[in-house]
C-alpha cells in the first residue's frame, strides 16, 4: 500500500492511494482488489478486465483521507477512448487536485467542477506537443463525512442502491440527449448518426476529457448530484459502459445483493457483462455502506495502519 502526505500542512492526514486489504490481482488484463475502512462503515471492491479489446484502455482510482478531522473516500472510473493516455492521467492526478482545491471541504460541489475544468486544461497543455487526441470519461463519487458526491463527464455510470431500489445518479452524456445536442449545436457543432450519434459525426459522446479537435463542443463540464448517506443506502456503483451497454441498472443491483463481499461483487458484475457479449473494456467498483444496527457495538480498531 502506498501512502502519500500531501495538502495543506496540518490539516490533512495522509492520502492512502489504492487502497486493498491484499495485493491487487492483476494477470493478463485483469485485476481486482478490495479495501475497508478503518471505522467499518465502508467496504470496496473493484474489478478491471480488458475483454475482448486488444488493449486496456481503463483506469480506476481510491483514495482515502482524513481532513479537518473527516473521513473522506474518493473513488473513480476513467474509460479513455482514442488511446489510454487521458484516462491515466485522471487516474494520476484528478483526486490529487481535488483535495488540494482551497474550498474542497467548504463547497465540495464548486470545487469538483472547478478541478474538472481545470484538470482538462493541464491535460491539454501536458499533450499540446502530441499528435493523437485521445479521451475519457469521468465517473467518480467523493464521500465528505455522510454526504456523497458523484460526478459524470461522459458515459460512464453511478448507480446506488437505495432499500433495494436501483437508482442511477448520473445521466449518460450521448449526443442524441435532447440537452446536450441543443448545447453542441448552440456552439456550433452537428450531431451526426454514425453507426451511433456522434458529435461531428466522430465521438460518441457529448462529454469528454481532453479531445482537442473537439474541445469547442465536448465538454469536461461535471453534472454533480448529492446524496446524503442515510440508513437505506445500501451500495455504489460505478462503472465503465463496458458493463451498462449489456447490464441493465436494476439487474447491477441485483447481483450486487447477491454477494456478501464488494470485490466479489465487482467480480460478478465484470464477469456477467463478459458473458453478455460486452465488446468493452469493463471496469467497475462497488461501494457499501455499513450502518450500525441499534444495540449493537462497533466492533474496535486499532488506529494503527500496519
Not at 51 to 57: F, I, L
Not at 160 to 166: E, P, R, T
Not at 177 to 202: C, F, H, L, P, Q
Not at 246 to 268: F, G, H, I, M, Y
Request: aromatic share 8%.
Amino acid at each position: 500500500m502506498m501512502v502519500e502526505s500531501s495538502g495543506r500542512e496540518g490539516e490533512q492526514g495522509p492520502v492512502v492511494d489504492a487502497p486493498h486489504e491484499k495485493d491487487p490481482v492483476d494477470v493478463g488484463g485483469y485485476s481486482s482488489g478490495g479495501w475497508k475502512s478503518e471505522d467499518g462503515s465502508l467496504s470496496c471492491g473493484y474489478s478491471s478486465f480488458r475483454g475482448r479489446r486488444a488493449s486496456m484502455e481503463d483506469f480506476y482510482d481510491v483514495k482515502s483521507s482524513i481532513i479537518d478531522g473527516k473521513h473522506i473516500s474518493l473513488f473513480g472510473i476513467f474509460d479513455g477512448h482514442g488511446g489510454s493516455r487521458a484516462a491515466e492521467y485522471l487516474k494520476e492526478h484528478l483526486f490529487q487536485n481535488l483535495m488540494k482545491h482551497p474550498q474542497f471541504m467548504t463547497d465540495t460541489k464548486l470545487a469538483i467542477s472547478e478541478t474538472y475544468k481545470q484538470t482538462d486544461s493541464d491535460f491539454l497543455d501536458s499533450e499540446s506537443n502530441a499528435l493523437r487526441d485521445d479521451g475519457s470519461t469521468a465517473s467518480t463519487a467523493v464521500l465528505v463525512g455522510n454526504h456523497l458526491y458523484v460526478a459524470n463527464v461522459g458515459d460512464s455510470r453511478a448507480v446506488i442502491s437505495l432499500a433495494g431500489k436501483a437508482i442511477p445518479l448520473s445521466d449518460d452524456h450521448k449526443p442524441n440527449r435532447s440537452d446536450e445536442r441543443k448545447r453542441i449545436e448552440n456552439a456550433g457543432g452537428v450531431v451526426m448518426w454514425a453507426g451511433t450519434w456522434r458529435v461531428g459525426g466522430v465521438l460518441a459522446m457529448s462529454r469528454a476529457f481532453g479531445n482537442r479537435l473537439l474541445k469547442q463542443f465536448v465538454v469536461a463540464e461535471p453534472e454533480i448530484q448529492e446524496q446524503e448517506i442515510g440508513d437505506e443506502l445500501e451500495f455504489l456503483i460505478l462503472a465503465s459502459d463496458g458493463l451498462w451497454d449489456v447490464v441493465p441498472n436494476e439487474d447491477a443491483v441485483s447481483l450486487v445483493r447477491e454477494e456478501e463481499e464488494p470485490e466479489a461483487a465487482a467480480r460478478k458484475l465484470m464477469e456477467t457483462a463478459f458473458s453478455r457479449g460486452s465488446a468493452d473494456n469493463i471496469t467497475c467498483i462497488v461501494v457499501k455502506f455499513h450502518h450500525e444496527k441499534p444495540g449493537v457495538d462497533s466492533p474496535t480498531e486499532s488506529d494503527d495502519p500496519s
